[in-house]
């Protein structure tokens, strides 16, 4: 059983920077594209940002290219979401996900990844 786990939240202004890591219980993290998903009150969950199994490729959505920055640590069987420049719309609480994967493509489609972690708290102030 896969397990994912979130840390690295938390509340900061805006402007600021924060660090989200996930910790992936698996013995072949290089098989597993990873991801990373957020949910604001009252909306649906959306897409953020997500990285190849090989780390090659990254894909981020728009609202937060350029500020935000994924990342595998494997040695750690870890993967970070570096974020800067933040906004209160960047409010949410953020979710690292995973996907057995046999290519470089990487879905941004919720329903595609498999694993999930108990997410974690991002909080924005103006």
């Known amino acids: 059983q896969v397990q994912l786990v979130e840390s690295g939240g938390g509340l900061v202004q805006a402007g600021g920077s924060l660090r989200l890591s996930c910790a992936i219980s698996t013995r072949t993290f290089s098989n597993y594209a990873m991801g990373w998903f957020r949910q604001a009150p009252g909306k649906e969950r959306e897409f953020v940002a997500a990285v190849s199994r090989s780390g090659d490729s990254t894909y981020y959505a728009d609202s937060v290219k350029g500020r935000f920055t994924i990342s595998r640590g494997n040695a750690k069987n870890t993967v970070y979401l570096q974020m800067s420049s933040l906004k209160p719309e960047d409010t949410a609480v953020y979710y690292c996900?995973?996907?057995?994967?046999?290519?470089?493509?990487?879905?941004?489609?919720?329903?595609?990844?498999?694993?999930w972690g108990q997410g974690t708290q991002v909080t924005v102030s103006s």
């Open positions: 996900a995973a996907r057995y994967s046999s290519s470089t493509v990487v879905p941004t489609i919720v329903d595609e990844w498999r694993y």
